[in-house]
């Protein structure tokens, strides 16, 4: 069983939806969790990060982590056709010199 | 100003080449990465700087040379590629050089695309 779990996609929503994305976990000693933002050919751009279970809201995006399911989701209000990319989770345990696990990645595409 | 900057954006070499990655950041952070991204795949940590010293190698082949000459630069020097090493090359940067806290904001450049011929 792979250490983090994405639906590859690809995901395709009209414009105006809301996007659900979703990643599971195995490790229970994962305490931070951050999702990215990749469109092609570039760098990933850091969109969220959220510390242990609850919500955080940025704008039309919200982080969801649910530990005592090993599930984290990121949702899109209002998507956007500037949305179309790639979204990896990642996350770490709270150690020192930890590296960053990241999923797969889910490809995005929100049609106008 | 939250931009990590690398250079070249492309690079094509044969197996027989040296060249050089290059990586700025001026947001003062603390430890730098180097990460290998091969097409719909997520990127894989090849080397951690915190404080300029290297503290994490992920059993990258020593083709693969990296170097911080300085808290704002990374460099990772390339000798004798293969094919398969044709991938993107992400550099990023983090505020926090240790601890608890270390890695888990990480700022990604835009890579450099490179293809070993």
């Known amino acids: 069983q792979k250490e983090v779990e994405q639906d590859p996609g690809p995901l395709s929503v009209p414009e105006g939806a809301i996007v659900s994305l979703n990643c599971t976990y195995s490790n229970s000693a994962f305490q931070y969790f951050m999702w990215y933002r990749q469109y092609s050919r570039k760098g990933p751009e850091l969109l969220m990060y959220t510390y242990s279970s609850g919500n955080k809201e940025d704008g039309r995006f919200t982080a969801q982590v649910d530990k005592s399911s090993k599930y984290i989701s990121l949702f899109i209000r209002d998507s956007q056709p500037s949305d179309s990319a790639t979204y990896l989770c990642?996350?770490?345990?709270?150690?020192?010199?930890?590296?960053?696990?990241f999923g797969p990645g889910t490809s995005l595409s929100v049609i106008p | 100003d939250t931009e990590v900057t690398q250079t070249p954006k492309h690079l094509v070499m044969g197996m027989t080449n040296k060249k050089s990655l290059k990586c700025e950041q001026h947001m003062g952070h603390r430890a730098m990465y180097w990460y290998k991204q091969k097409a719909k795949k997520p990127p894989e940590l090849m080397f951690v700087?915190?404080?300029?010293?290297?503290?994490i190698n992920e059993s990258v082949p020593s083709r693969f040379s990296p170097e911080c000459p300085n808290s704002s630069l990374l460099n990772l020097h390339l000798h004798a590629l293969q094919p398969e090493d044709s991938a993107l090359y992400l550099c990023?940067?983090?505020?926090?050089?240790?601890?608890?806290?270390?890695?888990?904001?990480?700022?990604f450049g835009p890579g450099t695309r490179l293809t070993v011929t």
């Open positions: 700087y915190s404080y300029e010293k290297l503290s």
């Open positions: 990023a940067s983090s505020p926090q050089g240790q601890g608890a806290e270390f890695g888990r904001e990480q700022y």
């Open positions: 990642a996350m770490r345990r709270k150690t020192s010199y930890d590296k960053v696990i």
